[in-house]
């Protein structure tokens, strides 16, 4: 059962506009999933896992995404759909007036919680321009979980003086997420500067050879820095989410 749900209920019974037997009725007909034409939504998932569930936007319509993004946004406070469009997002806007979207990342997301606890150590590297739509979806995703974020744009091997320029900053994190394509050599060589663990994210980016991310993709899965792990192509999301859960964003 969503805690935001039973507070709604316990609120509307002490402030009248409920009846006890009201709030009763109301919680014993919730279920944890909910039928909604093709879509069955799970709103245990955020007791289960820490955070509600993540609308992957692509190839849904607006009004798919719109419903299902209002749906998940009453009950749990917040919502986040990845791989989406300014025409979902124009329609989100007219049930979620608060809703957010990153050009960039292609995200929409919005947030009604008080959420005082902020988890640091986190650190978002990119290797350049070309990367950060990626790099800026797993920004979104780590900071609606609670992270504060830091993020370092363009430090591609290409000239590696721009990286050990802002290795004192680097340093610092508690986890490191490193985006890049082409080679994707950049994982490799951050984690061999740094105690932090190293979340690698291979990018579509690249010419030909590169197999729309395959080539990075396999580098930074045989890379021989140790404490490197892989997440898949252009999977900003996933890395943001792991990273958070590593830094303790789904535990209460």
């Not at 109301?26 to 709103?43: A, F, R, T």
């Not at 932090?196 to 590169?210: C, D, K, L, R």
């Amino acid at each position: 059962m969503d805690k935001l749900f039973l507070s709604k209920i316990l609120g509307s019974v002490a402030a009248g506009t409920h009846t006890p037997d009201q709030a009763v009725k109301e919680i014993l007909n919730s279920s944890p999933i909910e039928n909604h034409g093709l879509v069955n939504i799970d709103y245990d998932r955020h007791n289960r896992t820490g955070f509600p569930e993540v609308i992957f936007g692509q190839n849904k319509t607006a009004n798919q995404i719109s419903e299902t993004a209002k749906n998940i946004f009453d009950k749990s406070g917040v919502v986040l759909v990845t791989r989406t469009n300014e025409k979902s997002y124009g329609l989100l806007l007219k049930n979620i007036p608060s809703a957010q979207y990153s050009h960039t990342a292609k995200c929409i997301w919005a947030d009604n919680r008080n959420l005082k606890q902020t988890i640091k150590g986190l650190t978002v590297i990119s290797a350049g321009t070309s990367d950060e739509p990626v790099a800026e979806e797993a920004i979104i995703t780590a900071s609606l979980m609670r992270c504060s974020v830091n993020k370092i744009s363009d430090v591609g091997v290409a000239g590696l003086h721009r990286l050990t320029d802002r290795l004192s900053d680097i340093r610092k994190a508690r986890i490191l997420i490193v985006v890049a394509g082409m080679e994707g050599a950049l994982p490799s060589v951050v984690s061999g500067l740094v105690r932090a663990p190293v979340i690698a994210v291979p990018t579509s980016v690249g010419y030909g050879a590169n197999f729309g991310g395959l080539t990075a993709l396999l580098a930074m899965l045989n890379s021989c820095a140790a404490g490197v792990s892989v997440v898949n192509i252009d999977n900003g999301f996933g890395a943001g989410y792991q990273a958070a859960s590593i830094l303790g964003a789904t535990i209460e």
